[in-house]
């Protein structure tokens, strides 16, 4: 539990505003971790990082960018998505001499349960972290992506996915929580899972079955993310490619506010679930390939 912590504070105390990541430092901060590896960084701060070789492509993407402010003459205006309500100038930081602005930083603990700005997607960036590891043996081009500017233009993305041209792109976001407006919805809970996220923005997911039989196999605990097909976009969401897609998510309560939610157990068992899933995709192609 203490090394997900410490890799979790470390990236929630870097701020990622959407634009600004790589002048923020967050680039940097991904890079740290991964020394051993060799990673690149490009000029919008993606980071990009090969972790084994093999015929397919898999890549497994994480936005490392988060919503932020610009300071105006008159207040805030937002850079992403957040609601007027939670525009308020006392959970705001300002960059010294700059007009980029954030909610201000802080990271409270309780037994497995993290309060937080910043948890979309800095969880799914410490699950990548931890998974990282985990694939030096595989028998395929396994690239983690850290990728800027999902909460804004997606530009990050497209610029991976044209440079690498997987065959498989596993995306691992934030999931909506309960408690939750829409009741018609199917909303996971934090602390039962990572979720499975079956169709959002322009992306449907036609291979739940696999996700789920792994997790099954491997007894991880999983949960289902299903809102309506113009809801839920992720960085799938602006990808045009015959890839196979998959969204595993990680629940985080009241994401985009100056206090966000998350359990913990959610990340490291997405970890998990991320690796067993590349794993029998590869054992898929080796089958293949007899």
């Given at each position: 539990?203490?090394k997900v912590?410490?890799?979790?504070?470390?990236?929630v105390?870097?701020?990622?505003?959407?634009?600004?990541?790589?002048?923020?430092?967050?680039?940097?901060?991904?890079?740290?971790?991964?020394?051993?590896?060799?990673?690149?960084?490009?000029?919008?701060?993606?980071?990009?990082?090969?972790?084994?070789?093999?015929?397919?492509?898999?890549?497994i993407?994480?936005?490392?960018?988060?919503?932020?402010f610009?300071?105006?003459?008159?207040?805030?205006?937002?850079?992403g998505?957040?609601?007027?309500?939670?525009?308020?100038s006392?959970?705001?930081?300002?960059?010294k001499g700059?007009?980029?602005?954030?909610?201000?930083?802080?990271?409270?603990?309780?037994g497995?349960?993290?309060?937080?700005?910043g948890?979309?997607?800095?969880?799914?960036c410490?699950?990548?972290v931890l998974?990282?590891?985990?694939f030096?043996n595989?028998?395929?081009?396994?690239?983690l992506a850290?990728?800027?500017?999902?909460?804004?233009?997606?530009?990050?993305?497209?610029?991976?996915?044209?440079?690498?041209k997987?065959?498989?792109?596993i995306?691992?976001?934030?999931?909506?929580?309960?408690?939750?407006?829409?009741k018609?919805?199917?909303?996971?809970i934090?602390?039962?899972?990572?979720?499975?996220?079956?169709?959002?923005?322009?992306?449907?997911?036609?291979?739940?079955?696999?996700?789920?039989?792994?997790a099954?196999?491997?007894?991880?605990?999983?949960?289902?993310?299903?809102?309506?097909?113009?809801?839920?976009?992720?960085?799938l969401?602006?990808?045009?490619?015959?890839?196979?897609?998959?969204?595993?998510?990680?629940?985080v309560k009241?994401?985009?506010?100056?206090?966000?939610?998350?359990?913990?157990?959610?990340?490291?068992?997405?970890a998990?679930?991320?690796?067993?899933?590349v794993?029998e995709?590869?054992?898929?192609?080796?089958?293949?390939?007899?």
């Amino acid at each position: 539990m203490s090394k997900v912590l410490d890799i979790l504070e470390s990236l929630v105390n870097t701020p990622a505003v959407s634009g600004f990541e790589r002048e923020l430092g967050m680039s940097q901060r991904i890079v740290s971790f991964f020394k051993s590896f060799n990673p690149q960084v490009d000029e919008l701060g993606n980071v990009l990082v090969k972790v084994s070789s093999g015929k397919k492509r898999i890549l497994i993407e994480a936005h490392l960018d988060e919503v932020g402010f610009l300071k105006t003459a008159n207040g805030f205006v937002t850079i992403g998505s957040i609601s007027e309500k939670d525009i308020k100038s006392e959970n705001i930081t300002t960059v010294k001499g700059k007009r980029i602005s954030y909610f201000k930083r802080q990271f409270n603990v309780t037994g497995t349960i993290v309060k937080s700005p910043g948890l979309d997607n800095k969880t799914g960036c410490t699950a990548l972290v931890l998974a990282a590891n985990n694939f030096r043996n595989l028998n395929a081009d396994v690239w983690l992506a850290f990728t800027a500017r999902e909460e804004t233009t997606c530009e990050g993305i497209k610029k991976i996915v044209d440079k690498i041209k997987p065959n498989i792109i596993i995306s691992v976001d934030s999931a909506y929580a309960q408690p939750f407006e829409n009741k018609r919805w199917q909303i996971p809970i934090c602390g039962n899972g990572p979720a499975m996220q079956l169709q959002g923005m322009n992306f449907i997911i036609n291979c739940i079955d696999l996700i789920e039989d792994v997790a099954k196999n491997e007894k991880i605990p999983y949960q289902f993310e299903i809102v309506d097909y113009n809801c839920g976009a992720t960085n799938l969401s602006d990808i045009y490619s015959d890839a196979q897609k998959i969204q595993i998510n990680i629940p985080v309560k009241y994401q985009h506010t100056a206090i966000c939610e998350a359990d913990i157990r959610d990340i490291e068992n997405a970890a998990k679930l991320v690796v067993a899933v590349v794993t029998e995709i590869e054992e898929e192609i080796k089958n293949e390939n007899k």
